[in-house]
């Protein structure tokens, strides 16, 4: 008997637009497949929103979120707010909001390599090789919620780094059942010998480790974790981490990929998922059919998985992936001096390709 589910595409800003288009259809593909009925609903959200409504994250897209089963988002921003660091109203508040509004606490980052892609990374294939890390980040504390504050002389500025033990407790406790799931290894990453927050941090991660007997935990400073994801990225299993680490530790993370074309991400909590690629906006490219739709497949692959329980479903969209790769096609992020230009596809090329070989 299949699944009914009901998905919300949000296609945001700049190449969201572009790559959600694949992602939905490989979930359309996937559903007629295995006999599943996937229901869709299209909502503004970000930049788009913002020229629509006035409002980056309007009432009725927050509305359509809350009624769905599973999210697919596609990037927000825009080039007019980067050069304009004043401007009151900004895409990335949509995305914050969403967050709130849902209740999602982790953001979730698989760090997958394949093979086909070790040489695409400035990192040696040696050290890449075999590296399979997966990243929680905290999404609801830390300094992008704290209070923030500008002196009247306009001279200093401040932003309030604030946890509360259940925030750390509930985020622990997702990483520690996905690492017992895993190579039941866990690094929770602070910065314990400075801050307040992260002395909390540790402290709650060291009782929650308790329950969790059969899991390794360690505790790594974060300009330490950041030097070892490029030194040895694959003594890494399972990482846990607060948000403001954590935003930039997976982005340094997405080197060991190749490329952040080739990331997904799933933000969740206890109610609808949000399944995302790690890339931005890039309006450098959007239009031009330049695009790498792989990171919102494999987003959808994660939200078969994550929020709908389906593994061998997920499984069939990552080996679609690896098969394209295997074949050699890429997109011009992923392609290298040896690429075949005949194979080196645009996002629509693409995304007919990976449908084909799904």
């Not at 309007?58 to 509305?63: N, R």
């Not at 941090?201 to 007997?213: G, S």
């Not at 991400?265 to 239009?287: L, R």
């Amino acid at each position: 008997m299949g699944l009914k589910k009901h998905i919300l595409v949000i296609p945001g800003d700049g190449i969201g637009t572009e790559v959600t288009t694949w992602g939905k259809a490989v979930l359309e593909k996937i559903a007629k497949d295995f006999g599943h009925e996937f229901t869709f609903d299209e909502a503004l959200m970000g930049h788009a929103a913002i020229e629509a409504t006035g409002s980056p994250l309007p009432d009725e897209t927050l509305a359509k979120a809350k009624a769905s089963d599973a999210i697919l988002f596609g990037a927000i921003g825009h080039i007019k707010y980067d050069n304009d660091p004043t401007a009151k109203v900004r895409p990335e508040q949509g995305l914050l909001a969403i967050r709130k509004g849902l209740g999602l606490y982790a953001n979730l980052r698989p760090i997958m390599l394949f093979d086909e892609l070790l040489n695409a990374s400035s990192i040696r294939p040696e050290i890449l090789k075999g590296t399979d890390i997966l990243f929680f980040r905290e999404l609801t504390g830390d300094v992008y919620f704290g209070e923030k504050k500008r002196s009247a002389d306009n001279n200093t500025a401040s932003d309030l780094m604030v946890y509360s033990r259940y925030e750390v407790e509930r985020i622990a406790v997702k990483a520690y059942e996905a690492a017992r799931l895993r190579g039941k290894r866990l690094c929770s990453v602070d910065k314990a010998n400075v801050l307040e927050t992260s002395r909390l941090w540790r402290e709650v991660v060291q009782e929650v480790a308790k329950r969790y007997p059969d899991v390794e935990t360690e505790h790594m400073f974060v300009d330490n974790a950041a030097m070892q994801l490029i030194k040895n990225p694959k003594k890494f299993d399972v990482v846990v981490t607060a948000n403001l680490f954590g935003d930039i530790l997976t982005d340094e993370a997405s080197q060991i990929a190749g490329s952040m074309g080739m990331l997904a991400s799933a933000s969740i909590g206890d109610g609808t998922g949000f399944f995302e690629p790690i890339h931005g906006s890039a309006h450098d490219i959007a239009g031009q059919d330049k695009a790498n739709p792989m990171a919102s497949i494999l987003s959808v692959a994660l939200m078969l998985e994550i929020s709908f329980g389906l593994q061998e479903e997920a499984k069939r969209v990552t080996n679609a992936i690896d098969k394209v790769l295997k074949a050699g096609y890429r997109t011009g992020d992923i392609a290298d001096s040896s690429t075949d230009k005949s194979k080196i596809l645009g996002t629509t090329a693409m995304g007919q390709k990976i449908l084909e070989l799904l």
